[in-house]
């Protein structure tokens, strides 16, 4: 079992950056690929990036591309997602996810544990 608390959300102007992080507990963060959606108003949950257990290996949607990346820290069990160059469209609520047999690591449904989320607006 993995618990995940996200922090790191608020208002930003567009051009902006923000940095949201990832708590989690357990002593077996290492095992798990991480992810990280969001969820706007009235849209399904997109894939925003994921990193391997190791962290060796990112992946990012086409639409953050070159804007955000993503980063690990398996000692302090955290997990970062660093956004620079913020739009208006980024405005969602942002949510960390665990698991640790995922394959299809763009796929929400392939994550078993989840965080609260963390608003994001970015105003224009």
């Known amino acids: 079992q993995v618990q995940l608390v996200e922090s790191g959300g608020g208002l930003v102007q567009a051009g902006g950056s923000l940095r949201l992080s990832c708590a989690a507990s357990?002593?077996?963060?290492?095992?798990?690929?991480m992810g990280w959606f969001r969820q706007a108003p009235g849209k399904e949950r997109e894939f925003v990036a994921s990193?391997?257990?190791?962290?060796?290996?990112?992946y990012f949607a086409d639409s953050v591309k070159d804007r955000f990346t993503i980063s690990r820290d398996n000692g302090k069990n955290m997990v970062y997602l660093q956004m620079n160059s913020l739009k208006p469209e980024d405005t969602s609520v942002y949510y960390c996810?665990?698991?640790?047999?995922?394959?299809?690591?763009?796929?929400?449904?392939?994550?078993?544990?989840w965080g609260q989320g963390t608003q994001v607006t970015v105003s224009s």
């Open positions: 990193i391997s257990r190791s962290g060796a290996r990112t």
């Open positions: 996810a665990a698991d640790p047999t995922v394959v299809q690591h763009t796929n929400p449904g392939a994550y078993v544990y």
């Open positions: 357990g002593r077996t963060f290492s095992t798990y690929r």
